[in-house]
């Protein structure tokens, strides 16, 4: 199940500016983390309850760069862009997130993946420029229910996987 809070960092003044998401999810971390790299795999599970996404342009590396358009249920087209800052495989992401290049208001997410016997925790901070930019993005946009909502859509997507490909062994072994 999906935890959210605000959490704290080093520096004091930066809670007030963060969304801290967390969840366990049913599969090895390699799985969970190659979830975020292949844009085959992001465009099945990215977005709240209800959204679809369609990849512009996708390059995952260090500086590159996921242009997409997020499709809202209600027919709303939301212009997303997302620079890879810090890639660790298979432990750490940390990307630049906002609606352009430009986008004065971008802030900044890191995910951690960690393995947890079979299972993995995946934790997502997400650090807002100001107090006011993040407090308008959990009551504007529902950023905690829908980080809640993204995690929960990756976690049936890999648990998923993890079923097709125990299946398919199972299959082979016969």
Do not use: C
């Not at 999906?2 to 599969?27: K, L, N, S």
């Not at 308008?136 to 993890?162: D, F, P, W």
Request: proline residues 4%; negative net charge.
């Amino acid at each position: 199940m999906a935890q959210a809070w605000q959490g704290t960092r080093a520096d004091p003044e930066a809670a007030d500016r963060e969304i801290v998401i967390a969840r366990v999810i049913d599969a090895p971390r390699e799985l969970v983390f190659e979830a975020f790299t292949q844009v085959r795999h992001l465009s099945r599970w990215w977005g709240p309850e209800g959204f679809t996404t369609t990849t512009r342009f996708f390059e995952f590396r260090e500086g590159g760069v996921w242009d997409f358009l997020m499709h809202g249920p209600d027919g709303t087209d939301y212009s997303e862009w997302i620079m890879w800052t810090e890639i660790v495989r298979p432990e750490r992401i940390a990307l630049r997130h906002g609606e352009s290049r430009d986008d004065p208001n971008i802030f900044e997410s890191t995910l951690v993946f960690t393995a947890q016997g079979a299972t993995t925790r995946i934790e997502m901070r997400t650090l807002f420029p100001t107090r006011e930019l993040r407090d308008e993005a959990v009551e504007k946009y529902h950023a905690i229910e829908g980080g809640e909502q993204t995690l929960n859509n990756l976690a049936a997507y890999v648990t998923e996987l993890v079923e097709v490909v125990g299946t398919a062994h199972e299959q082979e072994g016969r």
